[in-house]
């Protein structure tokens, strides 16, 4: 399986997006960067062997976590509502995996897979979505709510946009304490859209402050495409309203993504203010699960599944000899192993105690 | 002298959907927008077809008759949608705007109480804005902090809305009915674990007039006000009860703004005792609300004090277990009521 | 007085907007249209006689309305507060005089101009803003809610940004019933910042809405400057994110706003969508009346008021033979004596009886 | 014991200028945040001097002791800047934000009650969001229908939100302190017709407890429970109920969320008689909640009715007579007592 060319226009290759654009800004400069420098002593693209095995295993915990959670759902294990990460993984893998727990993330609905890339404990995330005392958030928050302020992890969340102004408020945070910390804000394409999109983009870029912005444009809101939801043909392009860097990125190429964010969090970093990027991508189940998926074909879902972002990983990874088919075996059964056995704890957890309900918030009445 | 109109039995979900079919055929000013309400916008399989009909399926089917431009797909885009929809209300149209949950009203808030509700006063009387927002409320299905409140309270504080709180199908095509022909805005509250509940609903497109309640169920011995979804709650409590030897009489004002004081105070003339039963969150509630105006008009007519039965002063939690202790439940209810029994 | 000379880079004579940009559209080219159409026998760049001198009357309307407001504020018989247009008349009625009553506007905090050029009864807003039963709202608004559905007026608004929903359904009306109508919006620099207008830019883009946006960018908001409030060097620059045609112009010059508005309002009743216009103005007045003006410079007022859009459109229509001085003198007497009569009258009624307090609404307690 | 502070006279504005400053001085995670609180950003002769300190000057002199990276002008966007308030505070700092009219809120509520509010909750307890919103509220100077309301009932309805209502310069001072303080969202209410009344108020640091009532004027006979600037209508309707010998009592609660029930009901317990007195539109308000409080855990104390003195359920009018009669007057809290004593 090859990767993704980047130097074809990226809109093109995305039936879900918009046909491209002259507006639009790329990283195709970067992404060559990328691309020329692969196969050195160091691993690929400057990333070395450790944590390449690394990323490959988070997306791998990544995925398996939300195949489970499908089944799981479907057997009556997890109530109320779960969007599915899987297919997305290359995205919050490529940026997350530059961050430490100084370094904040918001999230979304579709929160899982920020929650482990940003090293949230899984089987607390398991148990959070069984409802049980052993959870995250003691069961209180389930799989909308799952956050851990403790490893910069301010919360999935329920309302589209909703993290946005939390992103802007970590990141002054950042630049007034003077922590030297990033905050990186996950939304999707439909989110691009809220009034908070515009509001906490002017707002970090006359501040300056220390922000990515990451739209994960997979093609749709709920049932309805991007092209007819979204006036722009790249959410990317929205950046030139604010005067800050824009960019696309192929959302399932794993490599181009964490370029991309290098340099957006370097220059965050460096004080020189928010970016833009935008990763096209595309989920594999409905927009939550029980969703009959009528709006797509199986022929669209398959043409993505072709280019699977942790099958492209794996291929590269061997090709350029940094682990072996074994090796990576080893790792997928592990994270087989490390996900099973967080099931069966979250199965023999219990539910909270009633005095939980009452707790963890100034009651009055 | 009224006829009964024929009834069928169907969902509190169908009984929406027929009262949205009727007034569209009615009346082409009528035009639906939201979220998904048909899904799959621009995709080449679905141009007059709904991918989703709303994410519970209750605008099911009327793109089919009614086509895309009279039922809009919208983007993520509440305080633009539905400011769009009392816009429109203003200048010709007779919007009905889907709010996917009650709790996304923060996105959206200025808009409406402080926009179209407020344009019949602060214009002089010289512009009204007939536009209606559906909205989901209600905990029980785990869907956590921030897709299960209720909140109406917060609308029937606002001077300019009026609030509809359906607890049967019948109800929710009557009342939906009469709020899409009001001039003025109408924020319409569909408990999403009423969607599957059967009952008779009459044919023909009769509306149910706002401010009129419900007596729901006839007794001498306690009052028990009862809000959406609520009311089972309270007649469960009732049988028990009943058993008891205690015979309640369940009120339901199905309108909070307006509210029906007079059948209430009726009741309470009879029974002397009175429970008020809200799911939502207890301060500045529907409840307080209901019991304020009963310690003033009807103190004289009280025997015992005005017991509230509602949720707690706290979000919705997720977990099963907890979120079944949030919800009043027909034993606080049966409860609250032996304490002044 | 010379008018201002299109061909130099319009944000540059701004010293209240942003350095100019290479991302700005501008109408260079529909400007020299303008400019290059002077003085025919129909008038002035295809604006006829009566017209023009209309425009020049209300535009008069408009500044004698304010300049009395601001004194009989000062005098104590208006209520409230209160925000003037004075200076920025060219862009109401540039714009209103192209609309007929099945066309809607949607106004801000600082409306007076707007409801004068959509043709609100003068002396209904005089007494409104007194807070008599003969105002245009009964008394019950006040400046900042002046309306008349009728006259296509849906009310200033005291909520920056809340109009322009409102104004995308005025559009949607008007395209569902098929009424020809067409929306403006009017907002200022700093509502641009607003998560309204990005939604609502949105949405008529999407459905192609007739609405033309306009943004007078007076350079400020309150007291604090466009050039701190705003990430975009010129606002206009924003369509750009929507993909719908943007429009900088100089908001001083009648004839400029008259030919982009009318670019904008033709593509709207074509059905082709909406299009940002940014009008680069001034206020003369403070924010409100009351406002000590501490943040700008007497000699920034006085270099726009050199620029006055009313003496120049005075000397154009003397100097292309439009109407002698005399004529003109006899149209400010006019209006002066109108908006006499009008505090005259507004004086003279009656403030509203009780019972009014609970009408208009329905009550329920 | 408690050593009582030297006190001086200052405007009730004043005295939150002070607490902002000492709270500032005290913490260096204090950052003020709203539009036009220091005002001229980037003007070149206002590097550190304020352009205007706030509309109303509350904030004015603040930029110059602390700099324009602790006093921050924000663009016009309610939900940004709360937002990032919000974000901010449950990653380190403790913000103060001011949002400009609660009327506004309705362009911001997502942020206050479905994030800040819910996230120690929803997060197991695990973050917390120490921010404090200031805002103004209240009628009676004419700033029209958007500009006028009161609205806490809305914020003390929602779990998570504790709500502070001063009503004095001494009030004012202490209770923002606790607010900058404690470690929940707080709304901090001030009504724009107080900021310019005068007071006593102590020197020093110290903080008001939250939940705790002040008894503003004792008496026997009746209880007068008012809230904001009706503690100065009811202390009015006292001098002229104490002529025709009628003692009232007048309890301000300070914070409506959480509410001093005890020193409520230990008023009601001695004048068996109470009237609440509540600027807010009346349907599912703050006075609707004391009375549905005292109707429940004070049925039996009572000798009369629950009377409440409210705003009529009409949005705020322009035209001052009409404004008048909008605003609970004296004469109305004294119609009220009169009606049950
Ligand atoms: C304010 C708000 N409006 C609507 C919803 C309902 N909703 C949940 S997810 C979703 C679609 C989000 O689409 P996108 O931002 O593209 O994210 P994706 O699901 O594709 O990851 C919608 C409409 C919500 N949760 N919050
Ligand atoms: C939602 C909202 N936030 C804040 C205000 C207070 N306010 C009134 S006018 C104004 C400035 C508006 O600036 P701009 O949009 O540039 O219009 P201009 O006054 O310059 O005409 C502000 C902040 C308001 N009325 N509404
Ligand atoms: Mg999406
Ligand atoms: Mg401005």
């Given at each position: 399986?090859?990767?993704?060319?980047?130097?074809?226009?990226?809109?093109?290759?995305?039936?879900?997006?918009?046909?491209?654009?002259?507006?639009?800004?790329?990283?195709?400069?970067?992404?060559?960067?990328?691309?020329?420098?692969?196969?050195?002593?160091?691993?690929?693209?400057?990333?070395?062997?450790?944590?390449?095995?690394?990323?490959?295993?988070?997306?791998?915990?990544?995925?398996?976590?939300?195949?489970?959670?499908?089944?799981?759902?479907?057997?009556?294990?997890?109530?109320?509502?779960?969007?599915?990460?899987?297919?997305?993984?290359?995205?919050?893998?490529?940026?997350?995996?530059?961050?430490?727990?100084?370094?904040?993330?918001?999230?979304?609905?579709?929160?899982?897979?920020?929650?482990?890339?940003?090293?949230?404990?899984?089987?607390?995330?398991?148990?959070?979505?069984?409802?049980?005392?052993?959870?995250?958030?003691?069961?209180?928050?389930?799989?909308?709510?799952?956050?851990?302020?403790?490893?910069?992890?301010?919360?999935?969340?329920?309302?589209?946009?909703?993290?946005?102004?939390?992103?802007?408020?970590?990141?002054?945070?950042?630049?007034?304490?003077?922590?030297?910390?990033?905050?990186?804000?996950?939304?999707?394409?439909?989110?691009?859209?809220?009034?908070?999109?515009?509001?906490?983009?002017?707002l970090a870029a006359i501040w300056k402050l220390p922000v990515v912005f990451v739209c994960e444009n997979n093609g749709y809101a709920e049932s309805t495409p991007v092209r007819y939801h979204c006036s722009a043909s790249d959410i990317a392009n929205r950046a030139g309203a604010y005067e800050v860097p824009g960019v696309v990125v192929d959302g399932l190429d794993l490599f181009a993504v964490h370029e991309a964010a290098a340099?957006?969090?370097?220059?965050?970093?460096?004080?020189?203010?928010?970016?833009?990027?935008?990763?096209?991508?595309?989920?594999?189940?409905?927009?939550?699960?029980?969703?009959?998926?009528?709006?797509?074909?199986?022929?669209?879902?398959?043409?993505?599944?072709?280019?699977?972002?942790?099958?492209?990983?794996?291929?590269?990874?061997?090709?350029?000899?940094?682990?072996?088919?074994?090796?990576?075996?080893?790792?997928?059964?592990?994270?087989?192993?490390?996900?099973?056995?967080?099931?069966?704890?979250?199965?023999?957890?219990?539910?909270?105690?009633?005095?939980?309900?009452?707790?963890?918030?100034?009651?009055?009445? | 002298?009224?006829?009964?109109?024929?009834?069928?039995?169907?969902t509190y979900q169908q009984a929406i959907n027929e009262a949205l079919r009727i007034a569209m055929r009615d009346d082409p000013r009528v035009v639906l927008m939201g979220e998904d309400i048909a899904g799959g916008a621009m995709v080449d399989h679905l141009v007059n077809d709904d991918a989703w009909g709303g994410p519970m399926g209750v605008t099911k089917g009327l793109v089919q008759e009614f086509g895309r431009d009279r039922?809009?797909?919208?983007?993520?885009?509440?305080?633009?949608?539905?400011?769009?929809?009392?816009?429109?209300?203003?200048?010709?149209l007779r919007p009905v705007a889907e709010l996917m949950f009650v709790d996304f009203f923060g996105c959206c808030m200025d808009q409406i109480f402080d926009q179209g509700a407020k344009f019949r006063y602060m214009f002089g009387g010289k512009a009204s804005c007939p536009v209606v927002i559906r909205t989901q409320i209600g905990a029980g299905v785990s869907a956590a902090a921030q897709h299960s409140g209720c909140h109406y309270?917060?609308?029937?504080?606002?001077?300019?809305?009026?609030?509809?709180?359906?607890?049967?199908?019948?109800?929710?095509?009557?009342?939906?009915?009469?709020?899409?022909?009001?001039?003025?805005?109408?924020?319409?509250?569909?408990?999403?674990?009423?969607?599957?509940?059967?009952?008779?609903?009459?044919?023909?497109?009769?509306?149910?007039?706002?401010?009129?309640?419900?007596?729901?169920?006839?007794?001498?011995?306690?009052?028990?006000?009862?809000?959406?979804?609520?009311?089972?709650?309270?007649?469960?409590?009732?049988?028990?009860?009943?058993?008891?030897?205690?015979?309640?009489?369940?009120?339901?004002?199905?309108?909070?703004?307006?509210?029906?004081?007079?059948?209430?105070?009726?009741?309470?003339?009879?029974?002397?005792?009175?429970?008020?039963?809200?799911?939502?969150?207890?301060?500045?509630?529907?409840?307080?609300?209901?019991?304020?105006?009963?310690?003033?008009?009807?103190?004289?007519?009280?025997?015992?004090?005005?017991?509230?039965?509602?949720?707690?002063?706290?979000?919705?939690?997720?977990?099963?277990?907890?979120?079944?202790?949030?919800?009043?439940?027909?034993?606080?209810?049966?409860?609250?009521?032996?304490?002044?029994?």
């Open positions: 399986m090859a990767l993704y060319n980047p130097r074809q226009p990226l809109s093109a290759n995305f039936e879900s997006g918009a046909p491209p654009s002259a507006l639009v800004t790329t990283t195709t400069d970067s992404m060559e960067a990328t691309m020329s420098a692969t196969d050195t002593d160091a691993g690929i693209a400057g990333i070395d062997r450790e944590r390449l095995l690394d990323m490959y295993e988070r997306m791998m915990q990544i995925r398996v976590f939300e195949d489970l959670a499908g089944k799981n759902f479907a057997a009556g294990l997890i109530p109320g509502f779960v969007h599915l990460y899987a297919g997305e993984e290359a995205v919050a893998v490529g940026i997350c995996s530059q961050l430490t727990d100084r370094d904040v993330i918001t999230s979304t609905h579709r929160g899982h897979g920020h929650c482990i890339a940003k090293g949230v404990d899984i089987d607390g995330m398991v148990a959070e979505l069984m409802g049980k005392s052993t959870g995250v958030c003691k069961g209180k928050g389930g799989s909308m709510h799952i956050a851990d302020v403790e490893k910069g992890m301010l919360g999935a969340n329920g309302i589209v946009g909703g993290g946005m102004p939390l992103a802007v408020g970590a990141a002054l945070t950042a630049k007034t304490l003077g922590t030297g910390g990033v905050a990186v804000c996950f939304f999707g394409d439909g989110a691009a859209n809220q009034g908070t999109f515009h509001e906490s983009l002017n340099e957006a969090i370097g220059r965050a970093r460096r004080g020189e203010g928010p970016t833009l990027m935008e990763a096209k991508t595309y989920r594999y189940y409905g927009h939550f699960q029980g969703d009959q998926v009528t709006y797509r074909t199986e022929e669209e879902l398959n043409r993505y599944k072709e280019r699977d972002a942790i099958a492209a990983v794996r291929a590269h990874l061997i090709e350029h000899g940094i682990a072996t088919a074994d090796e990576l075996d080893a790792i997928d059964q592990r994270v087989h192993d490390q996900l099973d056995h967080a099931w069966q704890a979250g199965k023999a957890a219990p539910f909270p105690d009633a005095e939980e309900a009452l707790t963890d918030v100034y009651v009055s009445y | 002298m009224v006829v009964a109109a024929a009834t069928r039995q169907m039922v809009l797909d919208t983007p993520i885009t509440e305080a633009g949608f539905i400011g769009a929809a009392i816009g429109a209300a203003a200048t010709g309270s917060v609308f029937t504080h606002m001077p300019g809305i009026k609030t509809v709180i359906p607890s049967t199908p019948a109800d929710a095509k009557g009342l939906l009915l009469t709020a899409i022909r009001d001039e003025d805005l109408v924020m319409f509250f569909e408990n999403k674990v009423l969607y599957g509940t059967k009952g008779d609903v009459p044919e023909g497109d009769e509306g149910i007039p706002f401010g009129v309640a419900d007596i729901k169920r006839p007794g001498d011995d306690v009052t028990i006000v009862a809000i959406s979804r609520m009311v089972q709650q309270a007649l469960k409590a009732a049988d028990t009860l009943a058993a008891e030897g205690i015979e309640a009489e369940v009120v339901d004002p199905r309108t909070l703004s307006p509210l029906d004081e007079g059948t209430i105070l009726e009741s309470v003339a009879k029974t002397h005792h009175v429970v008020i039963v809200d799911e939502d969150n207890p301060r500045c509630s529907a409840a307080a609300d209901i019991a304020a105006m009963v310690a003033d008009k009807g103190f004289d007519l009280l025997d015992a004090p005005i017991k509230l039965v509602t949720a707690p002063h706290t979000p919705v939690p997720f977990s099963p277990p907890l979120e079944q202790l949030y919800v009043p439940s027909p034993e606080r209810i049966v409860e609250a009521v032996r304490s002044i029994r």
